[in-house]
């Protein structure tokens, strides 16, 4: 039990992928760049995301890698992994469905992503992009929907600038203020805990909705007897 929520914590902590003796080392570039198309792309959302981005950018301000590299190759590899994720919807998303839970993967992922962007329609790819969860499975359900590919293209490279570009240019901008300095570790646990605040309320509002159901169930078999 507590193995899993350990490894589940460094899954989420971005200085377990980057930081000193990290998984990707020294190679900062490209371990955000396969981490961002991994949660975008392979549908694998308990990876860091914003808190990931904005340490990157804070590398950047330390001269640890180049942020006029790192910003626009975040950005495109965003769009290319909501590609990936929008195809697999095209092709095979009516399973997802079906899927059984795992630890990795829960059907209402996909469900609530369905819901959202039923709400919010195209401009769904582009508010996605700064939900955890939502970002990985929006463009499934994009696929599954048939929404017209150009249309969808074209939120999603406005999504993945913000989203991808933005930031981490603000990491970068930050990165430099003494504040930030003494206060990284709060301020990264900071920026996880708001991105995954839209998850927490998700599965509040789920949780609350079987109870309502279970009690009208009980209510009614007690009437009834």
């Given amino acids: 039990m507590s193995t ?3 490894a589940l914590g460094d899954f989420l902590d971005p200085w377990y992928w980057l930081g000193p003796g990290g998984v990707f080392g020294s190679a900062v570039l490209p371990g955000i760049l396969i981490i961002v198309f991994i949660e975008t792309g392979l549908l694998f959302p308990l990876l860091p995301g914003e808190s990931l981005l904005f340490t990157g950018g804070l590398l950047a301000s330390k001269g640890t890698i ?4 790192l910003a626009p190759a975040v950005a495109v590899v965003a769009v290319l992994g909501d590609q990936t994720g929008y195809f697999i919807g095209r092709r095979i998303g009516p399973a997802l469905f079906k899927k ?3 630890r990795f993967f829960k059907k209402h992922y996909v469900t609530e992503s369905h819901a959202f962007f039923e709400k919010y329609g195209p401009w769904a790819i582009i508010l996605a992009r700064f939900a955890p969860f939502l970002r990985t499975f929006t463009p499934v359900v994009a696929g599954i929907s048939y929404m017209r590919y150009p249309v969808f293209l074209g939120f999603d490279i406005v999504g993945g600038t913000l989203w991808g570009g933005g930031v981490t240019t603000l990491g970068y901008f930050l990165g ?3 504040f930030v300095h003494q206060n990284l570790e709060k301020i990264i646990l ?3 805990f708001v991105s995954l605040m839209p998850a927490f309320i998700a599965a509040w509002k789920t949780y609350r909705s079987r109870r309502r159901g279970a009690n009208k169930e009980e209510s009614s078999d ?3 007897d």
């Fill in 222 to 224: 007690a009437s009834v």
């Fill in 176 to 178: 430099n203020v003494p």
């Fill in 100 to 102: 059984e839970d795992s």
């Fill in 66 to 69: 180049d942020i006029w590299v």
């Fill in 190 to 192: 900071g920026i996880l």
């Fill in 4 to 6: 899993s929520v350990v």
